[in-house]
């Protein structure tokens, strides 16, 4: 994929598999990235939420990048999440990034607290001032700082940010963006909103789940963008019961369990992530069982 479209298509937030003494398995993540690759998925995004980059050191997270991009076949696409307390550290891991070769960055605001406009500007200046194309990653929910349409406007505006990956869920917030910054990509970033995304004109979807059923969210995502609501709507009603964890608070867990069921490893998560509760866990294995009986994958 050229850079003028990298983070278009379906890119997966990858999970990450520790063992059970909490050490990343590098193989299995290697294994694991090849393999979303080919079921189809345009690409993945290391070091985000779903792959705990908070609690990575910095040697794991950058390891975590090269394993990712040695997986990756020639034409896929590697972008990694750099996020961090604040720009110092996001540069430092947007400038590892583009010596690595990536394509683009995906970066949330300062989240350490609740950042005022002026803050956020300066944060994405200062990564942009790198070189590499921006994705900014807009988690109101998770961050407490709200990328508001006025704002993604006034950052790509200035030339900051090349597409947004979205997880407010409002749906109505593409229109608005479609006012204010029409040529600005907007990728779908909640699981469970994504077909309404799609239908609304986002390009990308930067999913959890497709770690679990990567050929079913591509056809969902190919369903959407072709405009076709009732192809996708088959597939959606099938596994919305599991894209729902994606919008939860244990959503990593949620995930890895879901692996562990389709024969796939999923494995424990660092802390501070508990385990899911029995009952959690009892819902998702069901759910997840039912889908692989119903042919999704």
Known sequence: MGTASAWRGVLVATALPFRQDL??????YAEHTSWLFGQGCDG?????????????????????????????????TVIPGVSGYGFTEACRWTENAAQAGCPAVMLLPPNGYRADDRTVLEHYREVAAIGLPVIAYNNPVDTKVDLTPELLARLYGEGLIVAV?????????????AELAP?????????DVALEFFLAGAVGWISGYANVFPQTCCELFRAGIAG?????????????????????????????????????????????????????AAIVREDTKRAVIAGFE
């Open 23 to 28: 050490s990343i398995d590098y193989d299995a």
């Open 44 to 76: 993945v995004t290391p070091n985000g939420s779903l792959g705990e980059y908070q609690a990575l050191s910095a040697e794991e997270r950058a390891q975590v990048l090269r394993v990712a991009l040695d997986a990756a076949p020639e034409n896929g």
């Open 165 to 177: 990956k979205d997880f407010s869920g409002d749906v109505r917030r593409m229109y608005r963006l």
């Open 183 to 191: 040529s600005l990509d907007v990728l779908a970033g909640a699981d």
């Open 228 to 280: 076709d609501a009732i192809a996708g709507q088959r597939v959606y009603r099938g596994i919305h019961s599991l894209l729902r964890w994606d919008s939860c608070t244990e959503f990593v867990q949620a995930i890895k369990c879901s692996l562990d069921v389709i024969g796939r490893y999923g494995g424990p998560c660092r802390a501070p992530r508990s385990e899911l509760s029995h009952e959690h």
